[in-house]
């Protein structure tokens, strides 16, 4: 019997799912509570709980005790999607889920795997293939973007390279030109989709 924890911020939601959970006869609700910091009973074997709780935080919370957690949103394509799964939730299903469907979640995340529906993965998809550049970076362009990912300042990259910090500026503007980056962290990050730099 899998031993679980319900988290959920409304003590209606809470009765619910430990009802629908009950029903499974897998499932095993050790405890409930509004926020996953309140639990201090046995350590469950998953964590199940609704996105109003909070699923960042919550993800963070269950990967510091790594426990498995699974979040159940009204829409989880939402923008926290992302930042969870990064947190420790391994899966996120619609709060209309069947009971069928939860054991199925529970198992697989049991056994290793991440469960999201289909129609999710289009907003963590945000660019599946790397976007082509217009203009390519210069070979001088391609290494002050991997010293700017390294987070070396216009100041020390001058010094390394030799030039001037006015022509630094220049190479770090035609970088976010060219990749059509707003500021130097994105660029970094659209220089290492597109395989331009490695860290």
Same mark, same amino acid.
């Given at each position: 019997?899998?031993?679980?924890?319900?988290? /959920?911020? +409304?003590?209606?939601?809470?009765?619910? &799912?430990?009802?629908? !959970?009950?029903?499974?006869?897998?499932?095993?609700?050790?405890?409930?509570? *509004?926020?996953?910091?309140?639990?201090?009973?046995?350590?469950?074997?998953?964590?199940?709980?609704? *996105?109003?709780?909070? *699923?960042?935080? !919550?993800?963070?919370?269950?990967?510091?005790?790594?426990?498995?957690?699974?979040?159940? /949103?009204?829409?989880?394509?939402?923008?926290?999607?992302?930042?969870?799964?990064? +947190?420790?939730?391994?899966?996120?299903?619609?709060?209309?889920? /069947? /009971?069928?469907?939860?054991?199925? *979640?529970?198992?697989?995340? &049991?056994?290793? !795997?991440?469960?999201?529906?289909?129609?999710?993965?289009?907003?963590?998809?945000?660019?599946?293939?790397?976007?082509?550049?217009?203009?390519?970076?210069?070979?001088?362009?391609?290494?002050?973007?991997?010293? &700017?990912?390294?987070?070396?300042?216009?100041? &020390?990259?001058?010094?390394?390279?030799?030039?001037?910090?006015?022509?630094?500026?220049?190479?770090?503007?035609?970088?976010?030109?060219?990749?059509?980056?707003?500021?130097?962290?994105?660029?970094?990050?659209?220089?290492?989709?597109?395989?331009?730099?490695?860290?």
């Amino acid at each position: 019997m899998t031993r679980a924890v319900v988290v /959920a911020s +409304s003590s209606i939601a809470r009765a619910g &799912l430990e009802t629908l !959970l009950a029903k499974t006869g897998v499932i095993e609700v050790i405890g409930n509570v *509004a926020h996953w910091s309140e639990y201090s009973g046995e350590e469950p074997d998953i964590v199940i709980a609704d *996105a109003e709780t909070g *699923a960042e935080e !919550l993800g963070a919370e269950a990967a510091d005790a790594a426990l498995p957690t699974i979040v159940l /949103a009204d829409d989880p394509r939402q923008p926290w999607l992302a930042e969870a799964l990064r +947190s420790g939730v391994r899966a996120v299903l619609p709060r209309e889920s /069947a /009971a069928a469907q939860i054991i199925a *979640a529970v198992d697989a995340v &049991l056994a290793g !795997l991440v469960v999201l529906q289909p129609g999710d993965l289009d907003g963590l998809l945000l660019s599946p293939r790397p976007a082509t550049i217009a203009e390519p970076l210069t070979p001088r362009e391609i290494e002050v973007l991997g010293m &700017l990912a390294e987070g070396q300042s216009n100041k &020390l990259i001058a010094h390394a390279l030799g030039i001037s910090e006015h022509t630094v500026k220049f190479h770090v503007n035609s970088v976010m030109t060219k990749l059509n980056a707003a500021s130097r962290t994105e660029a970094v990050t659209l220089g290492i989709r597109q395989g331009l730099i490695m860290i």
